[in-house]
């Protein structure tokens, strides 16, 4: 037991996190705005999510935290040891057990079920806000559904590099309504985003929630002659030698020898327990 | 024939202040209407007033739209006011940079109003684009460069483009020469009354430049202190002035 209260935030600030989530369930793609508390660590790591996470958990969850996709970096792991030492919860690394997953920049590869809330950090929750500086003009547009502009963001992409250049945090329609930014992820999760699962969205600094609720339409924007192409690096994974999920660029020595591996360490290790061997896989432990 | 535009009453108030008062007039389709006056004198609030971009206090905005005939402009929901703002109705500012995304290639300038109204396809509105450079005399190969790279008479240009790529029917411009060398401006106020003339536009065009009502306009209004005191057909009032005001501001044009 700690000193602290459960899952570090007072119940009255949980409260009020709770009360944003259910709205932003309500209206999907919508940004609530919610009074976002100091957290002990810094603005850019996480606060939005971690506080979304404090508001959803429970003493029965298990918990597991990924940053860009692994559970071993700086960020998943200071996290997760957080909530580990603050609410006392089960944490794990494997997805199918986790009933919350906490994420930066990624959704995990293997489909997510009813049971389970995916939390996503989110540094800019504006779709709108490179294009628009102004908050009262850019919420207006979201209320007027006036976004002729960010097709103007994918026509640039266009002239300038003669495809849809975007390819991180690639806007998306929810539900037919709300321009939304899905969080740095690659465009490769997008259609990811129908999903069996909650998925909500925190960001601290900026002070927003919103949410998708399970199997809500989220559309991809694009053009009729350029359609949304979810695209990844054209190689299969080195270890586990999957060739459908997304992965990172691993540079190996300092003369431009590299391999390709999964960015989801979870679902490559659990390929490599299964048997699945790719073409560096042998010599590399598991 | 239906006037385009009725405004009757049209009254908006800085506190005790009058920004223009109880202003009134017809704009028929294809009519061009000049609104001259000295700073201070409300007719950039009129304008303003009657784009939609400042809530008059008193009066009313009749515009003949498309589908349903005439309508009470500041009755409408601001969602309807703005498809007006970027289909039937075009603004021009005196400033391109207020009228411009200036981070924005022209060609995404010019394909803004077209995506704002629902066009989905890169190769239809890069070829709108190209088009409508073409006739504000823009090469084709600054179709990608951004309106910063351009002179202020290109830039003043591209923001005439691109207000009238969606085929407005009214077109609200303040001061479209001002800050312009008199070489620039003539071959502007040229390219606007081309336009003008060849899609049949009715137009709005508020300046303190005898010269560009001269050309542009085929009917004046003289504003002073936030009242109409002259109105008429161009000439007639420039040549044969009534008001003393009037005749105040034709006297002081420098004859070179």
Not at chain 2, 29 to 48: R, Y
Request: glycine share 8%.
């Amino acid at each position: 037991m700690s000193d602290y209260n459960f899952a570090y935030l007072d119940e009255q600030t949980k409260r009020m996190i709770r009360r944003a989530i259910l709205k932003g369930v309500a209206v999907p793609g919508y940004q609530v705005p919610f009074a976002s508390r100091e957290m002990p660590m810094p603005y850019g790591w996480g606060t939005g999510g971690v506080q979304v996470s404090a508001a959803c958990l429970t003493p029965d969850d298990t918990f597991k935290v990924i940053d860009q996709g692994a559970d071993d970096t700086t960020n998943a792991v200071s996290i997760r040891k957080f909530f580990e030492k603050t609410a006392g919860v089960a944490v794990t690394e494997r997805t199918c057990e986790a009933t919350i997953i906490q994420t930066r920049h990624r959704i995990p590869e293997d489909p997510l079920t009813e049971d389970q809330i995916l939390v996503y950090q989110v540094p800019i929750p504006e779709p709108l806000r490179f294009l628009e500086p102004s908050e009262v003009e850019t919420r207006r547009m979201h209320a007027l559904e006036d976004y002729g502009l960010m097709h103007v963001k994918l026509y640039e992409d266009i002239s300038r590099h003669g495809e849809i250049a975007t390819a991180y945090a690639y806007p998306v329609k929810v539900e037919g309504r709300y321009v939304m930014d899905p969080s740095p992820i690659p465009k490769f999760d997008n259609p990811k985003l129908e999903s069996a699962a909650l998925q909500l969205f925190g960001a601290g600094r900026e002070q927003r929630i919103y949410a998708v609720p399970p199997y809500t339409k989220v559309v991809s924007l694009d053009f009729e002659d350029y359609p949304f192409d979810p695209s990844k690096a054209p190689h299969p994974c080195a270890l586990c030698g999957a060739e459908d999920s997304y992965l990172d660029e691993v540079i190996t020595d300092d003369k431009g020898s590299r391999m390709f591996v999964c960015s989801d360490t979870d679902f490559c290790a659990s390929r490599r327990a299964a048997g699945h061997v790719g073409v560096a896989g042998a010599e590399v432990p598991a | 024939m239906p006037p385009l535009l009725s405004v009757h009453g049209l009254t908006k108030r800085y506190g005790a202040r009058i920004g223009c008062a109880d202003v009134g007039f017809d704009l028929y389709p294809g009519e061009v209407l000049g609104i001259v006056g000295e700073s201070g004198s409300g007719k950039s609030t009129l304008l303003n007033c009657l784009a939609g971009h400042l809530a008059p206090d008193e009066g009313q905005v009749i515009f003949d739209t498309r589908a349903e005939g005439p309508r009470d402009v500041l009755q409408m929901s601001e969602p309807e006011r703005r498809m007006l703002g970027r289909t039937d109705w075009a603004f021009v500012h005196q400033n391109p940079r207020d009228g411009l995304r200036m981070r924005i290639s022209a060609g995404g300038n010019v394909g803004e109003r077209l995506m704002a109204v629902g066009a989905r396809h890169y190769g239809d509105i890069r070829e709108q684009a190209l088009d409508w450079l073409g006739r504000v005399e823009i090469a084709d190969e600054r179709i990608d460069d951004r309106p910063s790279a351009f002179s202020g008479g290109m830039q003043q240009r591209l923001q005439i483009a691109r207000n009238l790529v969606t085929g407005p029917r009214l077109v609200f411009m303040d001061e479209p020469t001002g800050g312009l060398d008199v070489s620039v401006q003539a071959r502007l106020l040229d390219l606007i009354r081309g336009l003008v003339r060849r899609m049949g536009l009715s137009a709005i065009v508020v300046t303190h430049d005898l010269a560009v009502v001269r050309l542009l306009a085929d009917r004046l209004m003289v504003m002073k202190d936030g009242h109409v005191i002259e109105t008429g057909l161009t000439d007639q009032v420039l040549d044969d002035p009534q008001a003393a005001y009037t005749q105040l501001l034709v006297s002081s044009v420098l004859q070179v």
